[in-house]
């Protein structure tokens, strides 16, 4: 729902498959199939999206989003994950973690003219601000940028005590993969490259 109001209406089937690469280097994208567009009102569609881009701007993920060089909108969520009983109010430090709420949050950039669509949900995580925006303000870095976090910036962000990028960045062609994803020197590529290659 998020690409398609990015895109003005306009639908897409959803696919996993970028490109499929044979061994002998041939290359073959599946077909791109369209769908016929939601008939929504340009002026409604550039209000939602004015809206969101307030969340990045003075809202929910303001600081998640201080100090990108791109413009993004976003809308952060949080969805109970275990009823509370009338009257009682809602404590995580009393929880068990699995019964915390969950930590939602949907993007869209550049919001001039959105070309990314991102949503994350990490469980039991509590408010969309504090655990699932800042993972989608490193992947929207990421895609738009060519950029990796810092090392101390993942940890931060793993243990949910970070908004904004912190540390230096790194260009993503210069990571190996191995590095990001903990595995031991067997893959010897770098990270994948951004979407636009």
């Not at 912190?166 to 979407?195: N, S």
């Given at each position: 729902a998020t690409a398609v109001?990015?895109?003005?209406?306009?639908?897409?089937?959803?696919?996993?498959?970028?490109?499929?690469?044979?061994?002998?280097g041939s290359r073959r994208e599946p077909p791109r199939e369209v769908l016929a567009p939601l008939p929504l009102a340009p002026g409604h569609v550039r209000a939602?999206?004015?809206?969101?881009?307030?969340?990045?701007?003075?809202?929910?993920?303001?600081?998640?989003?201080?100090?990108?060089?791109y413009r993004s909108g976003g809308k952060t969520g949080t969805a109970?994950?275990?009823?509370?009983r009338a009257g009682a109010r809602y404590d995580a430090a009393k929880l068990a973690e699995h019964q915390r709420d969950h930590s939602l949050y949907i993007a869209l950039a550049p919001i001039e003219a959105p070309r990314v669509a991102v949503a994350a949900i990490v469980?039991?995580?509590?408010?969309?601000?504090?655990?699932?925006?800042?993972?989608?303000?490193?992947?929207?870095d990421y895609l738009l940028l060519g950029q990796i976090p810092s090392e101390d910036d993942i940890v931060l962000t793993q243990q949910g005590?970070?908004?904004?990028?912190?540390?230096?960045?790194?260009?993503?062609?210069?990571?190996?993969?191995?590095?990001?994803?903990?595995?031991?020197?067997?893959?010897?590529?770098?990270?994948?490259?951004?979407?636009?290659?």
């Open positions: 109001l990015g895109a003005g209406g306009q639908r897409h089937v959803p696919h996993l498959v970028r490109a499929i690469v044979a061994a002998d939602v999206l004015d809206a969101m881009e307030g969340v990045t701007i003075e809202g929910t993920s303001a600081r998640v989003f201080a100090g990108a060089p109970q994950a275990v009823a509370i469980e039991n995580a509590g408010f969309g601000a504090v655990a699932a925006a800042p993972i989608v303000r490193r992947a929207l005590r970070t908004a904004a990028p912190v540390g230096t960045p790194r260009r993503a062609d210069e990571v190996p993969i191995e590095a990001l994803i903990g595995l031991p020197g067997a893959i010897a590529a770098g990270a994948a490259a951004p979407a636009g290659e």
